[in-house]
T-cell receptor
């Protein structure tokens, strides 16, 4: 079974530029998550989708971050404009079905390492 | 607020046993996960506890006490490849029957020969 795919793996941009990340979850997984992991910290949930609907985006800085999952499969996360503090690894994860399933396990992609100069 | 505490770093010797502790204070609880993360790689699932007690899976075991807000991950017969960060994560109930994970900062384990 193929895992969660992400691209690009690395990205270097200057502050105030824009950047987009792509994620393709495990086939059949209804729930998709985007996390931000700053060096030395645990992953922080940015946004959670169930199919093509947003379930939780309470920690997404909506003035600069946006995400979509239009067809309920792959997803993109965008930052515009980027700030220095956005330098982090952006992890995408997916799970079969989060809703009401306590044993639902998240599987992570390899992440995109973003450096903002 | 939500708080999950783990030691920042630990060292151990190849072949030994190590216990990584995690304490949590959260508003709600629907289970506790342990993930392993090698440097520069994605977190990979190790174990899950929702009821009190010990869950054993090969060289790895995880324990949970909900009344104490406490869990530990036990790694036996340590190997060099076990050098990694170990993330403790609490599943919190959300609205509409959905859940979300809150992660601790992770414990960096270094295994020496």
């Amino acid at each position: 079974e193929a895992g969660v795919a992400q691209s690009p793996r690395y990205k270097i941009i200057e502050k105030r530029q824009s950047v987009a990340f792509w994620c393709n979850p495990i086939s059949g997984h209804a729930t998709l998550y985007w996390y931000q992991q700053i060096l030395g910290q645990g992953p922080k949930l940015l946004i959670q989708f169930q199919n093509n609907g947003v379930v939780d985006d309470s920690q997404l800085p909506k003035d600069r971050f946006s995400a979509e999952r239009l067809k309920g499969v792959d997803s993109t996360l965008k930052i515009q404009p980027a700030k220095l503090e956005d330098s982090a690894v952006y992890l995408c994860a997916s799970s079969f079905n989060n809703r009401g399933v306590l044993t639902d396990t998240q599987y992570f992609g390899p992440g995109t390492r973003l450096t903002v100069l | 607020g939500q708080n999950i505490d783990q030691p920042t770093e630990m060292t151990a010797t190849e072949g030994a046993i190590v216990q990584i502790n995690c304490t949590y204070q959260t508003s709600g609880f629907n289970g506790l996960f342990w993930y392993q993360q090698h440097a520069g790689e994605a977190p990979t699932f190790l174990s899950y506890n929702v009821l009190d007690g010990l869950e054993e899976k090969g060289r790895f075991s995880s324990f949970l006490s909900r009344s104490k807000g406490y869990s530990y991950l036990l790694l036996k017969e340590l190997q060099m490849k076990d050098s990694a960060s170990y993330l403790c994560a609490v599943r919190l109930p959300g609205s509409g029957g959905y859940n979300k994970l809150i992660f601790g900062a992770g414990t960096r384990l270094a295994v020496h020969p």
